[in-house]
């Protein structure tokens, strides 16, 4: 079956570090473009990062400089490794796989972050 | 940077009705790089439409998507009750950043 499955949301204190991540069976990630996408409570869906199959990685503004999207391709797993965290990041982190010409057709749960002292 | 907006905001319907959703971008957007979601509460987003207007895999054919350019269109022709959500438009493809509209509500009237 093919799924994604993230996990390692939490709460995190503002300017704190979190690593999510996002395990896929039944396809290749590496052979894929692998985004996440989040979306803050009650709002719309907010693209964040994406890695291409060669490993080119592109950010949001909002993330740039602090967000780092990466891959293990042994665990055919997606990460990204969040950075100096602000109350406004807070949201629900999606893994999403684009199949660039069908777009992004599998995602994943899941995994809620929130910023708060 | 290119810019979705979609209308209306909210949309109250009755099962059975047809439903139009736009979606309109701030420059042209290619048609081949155009997606609607699905969202119900509590669940992750669900391909629907992806190049304008190809239905993703099991969706049913009361969906369609339309349009070039800078306006695009979801319809469904008539509303059965589990399509009472949010749908989401997106523009993805070969450049990043890719982004979504605000999205329109489909509520029962």
């Known amino acids: 079956e093919v799924q994604l499955v993230e996990s390692g949301g939490g709460l995190v204190q503002p300017g704190g570090s979190l690593r999510l991540s996002c395990a896929a069976s039944g396809f290749t990630v590496s052979n894929n473009y692998m985004n996440w996408v989040r979306q803050a409570p009650g709002k719309g869906l907010e693209w964040v990062s994406v890695?291409?199959?060669?490993?080119?990685?592109y950010y949001a503004d909002s993330v740039k400089g602090r967000f780092t999207i990466s891959r293990d391709n042994s665990k055919n797993t997606v990460y990204l490794e969040m950075n100096s965290l602000r109350a406004e990041d807070t949201a629900l982190y999606y893994c999403a796989r684009d199949h660039i010409v069908t777009a992004f057709d599998i995602w994943g749960q899941g995994t809620m972050v929130t910023v708060s002292s | 940077e290119i810019v979705l907006t979609q209308s209306p905001d909210t949309l109250s319907l009755s099962p059975g009705e047809r439903a139009t959703l736009s979606c309109r971008a701030s420059q042209s957007v290619s048609s081949s790089s155009l997606a609607w979601y699905q969202q119900k509460p509590g669940q992750a987003p669900r391909l629907l439409i992806y190049g304008a207007s190809s239905r993703a895999t099991g969706i049913p054919d009361r969906f369609s998507g339309s349009g070039s350019g800078t306006d695009f269109i979801l319809t469904i022709t008539r509303l059965e009750p589990e399509d009472f959500a949010v749908y989401y438009c997106q523009q993805y493809g070969n450049s990043p950043p890719w982004g979504f509209g605000q999205g329109t509500k489909v509520e029962v009237k």
């Open positions: 890695i291409y199959s060669a490993g080119t990685t």
